[in-house]
Nanobody, 123 residues
Framework: QVQLKESGGGLVQPGGSLTLSCAASGRTFSSYAMGWLRQAPGKEREFIAAIRRGGGSTYYADSVKGRFTISRDNAKNTVDLQLNSLKPEDTAVYYC????????????????WGQGTQVTVSS
């Protein structure tokens, strides 16, 4: 069991950067693979990034690879997403997601979701 809360969203200009943070509660945080997914109104849900419970392996969607970085700190019960070189098409609600299986995160699913945080990229 884990509860998730995202923060750090906002308005940023194209080419800018932003850091999203997800704070988790629960004693078993380190048992979960973590990920970030995004959803824009009227568009399909999109997998962005995932990190395995030990933090040693990461996975990225082709659309963000090289621009976004996922990391976790199991001691602090947090997972972050660093967004660089932002584009208008990155505009979406970003969700922190937890699941026992990282493969499920890569399919756009998960057992536990945060409330989401809005990222808007506009000049």
């Amino acid at each position: 069991q884990v509860q998730l809360k995202e923060s750090g969203g906002g308005l940023v200009q194209p080419g800018g950067s932003l850091t999203l943070s997800c704070a988790a509660s629960g004693r078993t945080f380190s048992s979960y693979a973590m990920g970030w997914l995004r959803q824009a109104p009227g568009k399909e849900r999109e997998f962005i990034a995932a990190i395995r419970r030990g933090g040693g392996s990461t996975y990225y969607a082709d659309s963000v690879k090289g621009r976004f970085t996922i990391s976790r700190d199991n001691a602090k019960n947090t997972v972050d997403l660093q967004l660089n070189s932002l584009k208008p098409e990155d505009t979406a609600v970003y969700y922190c997601v937890a699941d026992s299986f990282y493969e499920r995160l890569r399919r756009g699913a998960g057992d536990y979701w945060g409330q989401g945080t809005q990222v808007t990229v506009s000049s």
